[in-house]
């Protein structure tokens, strides 16, 4: 905390510029005045005759009454009239650097300030303190003409900012405002009166007649009584935060309201939260009494408190939580105040849902929710792929609210570009991305390969404690093409961490860091510990477990639960339309979220949506939403129940918190979630090859690969990474010598579609009349194709289509060597993309989908296909790559592909390699299998007489 940093946080804010400072010096004997110069170019062509024109430029003149002085040019005028100031400073001899009051002068003037409060003038002023002194002429009693120093304190932010020169601490407490105020007064004695142990100050001397009753007058035009909703936050956490009502007599003074319901005689002795609660322009505050050893000693001259006095009874955990520092005793917050804006008194209604919601508001998951209107589904996504598949607030925002609702300091973004070695220290970004990404935009895509050449920005971040003590750092090791990617990427990684800190906040924090994965965060434990510790309290105390009877009650189809996700009573219902969505596409969804409530047949609807869009694979929606719609095709319906989410998410979502609270709190309860799954876009990839080629590529490769299963006369075939069967499925409908199809994939979700599909098609081939297939058996695997299993060894074919890419390029490496070592299929066909095609399928990309700007935009900030690709090779990597793998193993290869031509630059679209076995047929491939490293599962399995077993 002792930190000399506070001090320079309190100057920067006082810091004049150099503009400022002449204004101030000068007034309107200072005149700026700004022109355009119009820069002439050398564009670099010899003998054209039109002028090129440059970038619209500005210089400024500024003419002071003994001189004037003209600035360079700038691309903004503000800059253009800083320097012509700054310039003027210099002639005049004038140190442009802050010119910061130190202690005793901020002192001096905080008393002066006090003085003006309490003068005849002040009551006719704008400010929003001035309704205060008003009303207090309203008091009754001893009350009459005292003003709380609370109000003081909370509404005139210049006195605020006095105290942090005066003590930098004042930043992180802010009840030593008060301090300060109060002894302020007892230098004033000869214009207010302050009484011992007391938190107000009163005017000396009446008011004179006219100004009070002038005032008076325009204030008593405020309505007649007024009742408002606020709520009551009790400090022992047994106790429901519940509502209240405020009833302020058009005579009474609200502070004084709000005292007697916190069981205080009057308002004096509330304390008022510095800062509003929840949204910036909202009035809402949290009200609490102040400690009665609050009672300050204000004997001492020495302006330097240097601690805050002790405080009694018991902290208030969720006030404190809400409002960032510590609140002790029952509070209130209330949405009640006089406004630089509003007349009269303003005053709004705060339910017991709003409280939730600024509650969930605080944590990265809940700012994410409330930004999409999906509390019971939303969730912060894990990935950000690219700004047209993101909804809802963007990471980078979320951050700042972050730290701002904490109480700390802004985070700071460094980027680090590899090619324009650049590098910038600031956390107002935009305005210098929007010149890199210019800059970046004249560039030729080149074909370098592996990772794209243009990637080349990286971003780092750090958030500091409001005394710039270090929290936490993320330095991620990726590259983005553009700054805006690699911020947006930092500062979700930065939000996932304390998401998963907020989740369990008991969690020992290196337990947290390998939860979270290769974040890449270092966390100053001491620091974040001592800002975040208390916040255990708040969020999941009250997790319920699902009431066991209602479970049975509902009689689970076993079948369908997949309890691993938390998801009971499975049923997706409708046709199967064949058209699903997969990782990367956007899928739209109709949605409606009920609590079911134990024994009672009525439904409690908390939240639903007409269209919901989310983006696949990034888990975007709670995990049970995404693993059900990930199983349905368009247009079907699925129903699920699961456990209740912490409480709070539920009476954030609930219309009548209240009720809902009873309902939770006295009955078993679950959630009970229904989805349509409207329609789903398709992955970029798909689209382009769908859009640019006929057939399209997939079926291209279908081709390629069964045209060298004929001319091999294979009966044997194995497909690694199947997917969802694409090419097993289409197999079925020509004639070859298949006999036996295996399919292995890591996906079960694919694989279960696979076996849908595969299923089906082979029941309808044993009733038709003339089979025209004469596989007797298919059998799909869950398993890693970098992984050895027996059952797949010595087939005659195996093909690879699209999948290597998905590896990273080692797991690549190590399936190439494992493939031709061990499984040793006689022909081995390996599909992959051609990087250097991209660039036509981007520029294509761009004429196909003028309709839609934003999809123009995703295809081309996606640096390759697929987002799930973790790299693409050029003509010459794939080349090497297939070459060497092919002379350590005694194979041959030949290069082909499908997709445009091998004979035209950039080659083909889907570059194909075809590796030859050299050694003759083993003969002891029965006893390889006797090995039996039997290292897949089987999820399905088709014995050739219409059986077929399933573990699914
Ligand atoms: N061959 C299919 C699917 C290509 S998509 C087609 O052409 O349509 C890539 C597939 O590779 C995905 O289904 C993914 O699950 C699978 N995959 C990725 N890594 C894998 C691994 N290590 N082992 C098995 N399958 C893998
Ligand atoms: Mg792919």
Same mark, same amino acid.
């Given at each position: ?12 804010k ?7 400072i ?12 700004v ?8 564009n670099?062509?010899p ?10 430029l500005?210089?400024c003149?500024?003419?002071l009454p003994?001189f ?25 001899g ?15 003037k ?7 409060l ?8 704008q ?10 002429l ?7 003409g ?17 105290c ?17 105020i ?7 004695s ?9 938190l107000?100050?009163?005017r000396k001397d ?22 408002i ?7 022992s956490?047994?106790m ?11 005579t ?6 709000i ?18 609660i ?14 009665k ?10 302006p ?16 404190s939580y ?11 917050l209330a ?18 849902q ?10 990265p ?8 209107e999906?509390?019971l ?22 951050l700042?609210m ?9 985070p ?19 305005e210098?991305?929007?010149?890199l990404?210019s ?7 080149t ?12 971003c ?25 990617e ?21 969690i ?6 390998n939860?979270? @994965?290769?974040? !890449?965060?270092?966390? *100053? #434990?001491? /620091?974040?510990?001592?800002? +975040?510790? &208390? $916040? ?29 996700h938390?998801i009971?009573?499975?049923s997706? @219902?409708?046709? !199967?339309?064949?058209i *699903? #969505?997969? /990782?990367?596409?956007l899928? +739209?969804? &109709? $949605? ?11 439904k ?12 696949m694979?990034t888990g975007?929606v709670i ?23 912490p ?12 009720r ?14 229904h ?6 876009t398709e ?5 382009m090859e769908q859009a ?43 004639p ?30 044993l009733d ?8 007797k058996?298919a ?5 890693s ?6 059952r797949?060894h010595?087939f005659?074919i ?10 990273e390029?080692?797991?690549a ?5 494992i ?20 660039a ?12 839609d ?5 995703q ?9 799930d ?9 794939f ?27 950039p080659?083909?679209a ?11 047929p083993?003969e ?14 089987v ?8 059986l077929?077993?399933s573990?699914?």
């Open positions: 905390m002792e930190n000399g940093g506070l001090s320079v946080v309190a100057v920067r006082m810091k004049l510029t150099p503009k400022a002449i204004v101030q010096k000068f007034g309107r004997n200072a005149q700026f005045t022109d355009e110069v119009q820069d002439v170019v050398q670099g062509c003998g054209l005759a039109i002028p090129q024109k440059g970038p619209c500005y210089r003149s500024l003419q003994e004037s002085v003209v600035s360079e040019t700038f691309k903004k005028k503000k800059d253009a009239e800083q320097s012509a100031a700054e310039k003027a400073l210099e002639k005049l004038i140190d442009p650097s802050p010119n910061v009051p130190s202690a005793e002068e901020a002192w001096d905080l008393i002066a300030s006090v003085k003006h309490f003068s005849n003038e002040f009551l006719s002023s400010s929003p303190l001035r309704g205060h002194f008003i009303a207090a309203r008091r009754d009693g001893d009350l009459y005292s003003v709380p120093a609370s109000v003081i304190a909370v509404c005139d932010s210049k006195l605020a900012n006095l942090k020169l005066i003590n930098p601490k004042v930043e992180s407490s802010h009840l030593l405002v008060l301090t300060y109060m002894r302020a007064a007892t230098r004033l000869e214009f207010v009166v302050t009484s011992e142990g007391q107000s100050i009163w009446p008011y004179p007649p006219e100004i009070k009753e002038s005032s008076i007058i325009q204030q008593s035009e405020s309505p007649d009584s007024i009742c909703e606020a709520i009551h936050i009790p400090s956490l047994e429901a935060v519940h509502p209240v009502t405020l009833n302020v007599s058009s009474g003074y609200y502070l004084d309201v005292a007697r319901n916190l069981d205080q005689t009057d308002g004096n002795k509330i304390l008022v939260s510095s800062r509003t929840g949204k910036a322009s909202s009035e809402m505050r949290l009200y609490f009494a102040a400690p050893s609050y009672l300050l000693d204000l004997s001492s001259d020495l330097n408190v240097e601690e805050v006095v002790d405080f009694e009874g018991s902290l208030n955990p969720r006030a809400l409002y960032g520092q510590d609140i002790y005793g029952d509070a209130i949405s009640i105040g006089y406004t630089r804006k509003s007349e009269g008194l303003f005053h709004e209604d705060i339910t017991l709003s409280y939730y919601r600024m509650l969930i508001h605080l944590t998951s809940g700012v994410y929710k409330l930004s999409r999906a509390i589904t939303a969730e912060l996504p894990m990935a950000f792929t690219t700004r047209t598949n993101w909804r809802g607030s963007f990471p980078r925002e979320m700042f972050f730290c701002r609702q904490h109480w700390l300091s802004e700071v973004f460094s980027t680090c570009s590899n090619s324009l070695k650049e590098s910038s220290e600031s956390s107002r970004f935009y210098k991305s929007a010149a990404e800059a970046e935009t004249g560039k030729e895509c074909s370098g390969g592996g990772t794209a050449a243009s990637d080349n920005v990286r780092e971040v750090k958030i500091f404690s409001k005394s710039r003590d270090p929290i936490l750092e993320c330095s991620p090791k990726e590259f983005y093409k553009k700054q805006n690699s911020i947006e990427n930092a500062s979700l990684k930065v939000l996932s961490w304390l998401n998963a800190y907020f989740k369990d906040p008991d020992p924090l290196e337990k947290l860091n939860l979270v @994965g290769a974040l !890449d965060i270092q966390c *100053y #434990p001491q /620091n974040f510990f001592k800002k +975040f510790s &208390s $916040y255990r309290f708040i969020h999941n105390v009250q997790q319920r477990k699902m009431g066991e009877k209602l479970l049975q009650a509902n009689s689970i189809n076993t079948l369908n639960a997949i309890p691993e938390g009971y009573c499975l997706i @219902g409708g046709p !199967d339309s064949g *699903y #969505p997969s /990782n990367g596409c899928s +739209f969804i &109709s $949605y409606s979220v009920s609590l079911v409530i134990e024994g009672e047949t009525m409690e609807l908390l939240e639903s949506r007409e269209e919901f869009e989310f983006e694979g975007a995990p049970q939403v995404e693993v059900v719609t990930a199983q349905m095709s368009v247009g079907q319906s699925a129903c699920f129940c699961k456990e209740l989410p409480q709070e998410l539920i009476l954030a979502a609930a219309d009548d918190s209240a809902t609270f009873s309902l939770l709190s006295s009955r078993a309860c679950c959630l009970e979630y989805i349509t799954l409207l329609r789903v992955p970029p990839e798909d689209r640019l080629f006929s057939p399209p590529l997939s079926k291209q490769r279908v081709e390629y690969a069964l045209q060298h299963i004929k001319e091999s006369c294979a009966t044997t075939l194995v497909d690694f990474g199947c997917g969802s069967g694409s090419l097993l499925d289409s197999l079925l409908d020509y070859t010598a298949l006999e036996k199809i295996v399919g292995v994939d890591i996906s079960q979700k694919s694989l279960s579609r696979a076996a849908k599909i595969i299923h089906s098609k082979l029941s309808k081939k038709a009349a003339v089979p025209c297939t004469d596989v058996s059998v799909l695997f869950d398993g194709i970098t992984v050895f299993d027996s797949l010595g005659d195996g093909t690879c289509l699209e999948v290597i890419e998905h590896m390029e080692d797991e490496s190590q399936f190439g060597n493939v031709l070592s061990s499984f040793c299929p006689r022909i081995l066909i390996v599909s992959t993309p051609n990087y250097e095609y991209n036509i399928l981007q520029k294509s990309s761009s004429t196909i989908q003028e309709d700007p934003d999809e123009k935009t295809l081309q900030s996606c640096k390759f296909r697929n987002h690709h973790k790299f693409e090779w050029t003509r010459d990597q080349n090497c790559w297939a070459t060497e793998l092919a002379a350590r193993h005694n194979y041959s290869v030949e290069f082909s592909g499908v997709g445009g031509s091998g004979d035209r630059e080659g083909f889907s570059q194909i390699a075809v590796f030859r076995s050299r050694s003759p083993e002891d491939d029965l006893l390889k299998d006797g090995d039996s490293a039997h290292h897949y599962k999820i399905w399995e088709w014995d050739g007489n219409g077929s077993r573990s699914l």
